[in-house]
């Protein structure tokens, strides 16, 4: 990580499971990701839910960063995004996009500071 990048911690909230709903524990992933230092959380994620709407059926990927062990999810199966301080854990995951689709967010981003910006000059 250079320090052009800083890295964010976000939870994935995933639907319960519709079969068996008595079971009370959510199936929700804490990720930590990279993006570049001048965007903040917020930022990526009204980027991210701008994917989602554009291409909800590709993949993202969490890989455990102890087990090395990889789930691909779609992005149409993240119901919200949150994020909190940063904090280590022992499942944790990154957050992995293709190269596409973090290109795709970067751009959202830089859009979003852009109208933000105008209306502030007002």
């Known amino acids: 990580m250079t320090k052009a990048l ?3 911690q976000v939870t994935l909230y995933m639907p319960k ?3 068996h709903l008595n079971t009370t524990k959510l199936v929700n992933h804490r990720a930590t990701v990279c993006i ?3 965007f ?3 930022d ?3 980027a991210f839910y701008e994917l989602q709407k554009a291409v909800p059926n590709n993949l993202i990927k969490l890989k ?3 087990t090395k062990k990889t789930i691909e999810v779609e992005l149409k199966k993240v119901e919200f995004l949150n994020f909190g301080k940063y904090k280590g854990f022992e499942n944790e995951y990154e957050l992995l996009f293709d190269e596409t689709d973090y290109a795709t967010i970067n751009y959202a981003m ?3 500071i852009k109208i933000l910006g ?3 000059a007002k």
């Open 6 to 8: 800083k890295k964010i």
């Open 64 to 66: 455990a960063k102890k």
């Open 44 to 46: 990526f994620i009204k």
């Open 110 to 112: 830089l859009q979003n």
């Open 17 to 19: 499971n519709r079969k």
């Open 118 to 120: 105008a209306y502030s």
């Open 40 to 42: 903040n959380e917020a």
């Open 36 to 38: 570049p230092q001048q």
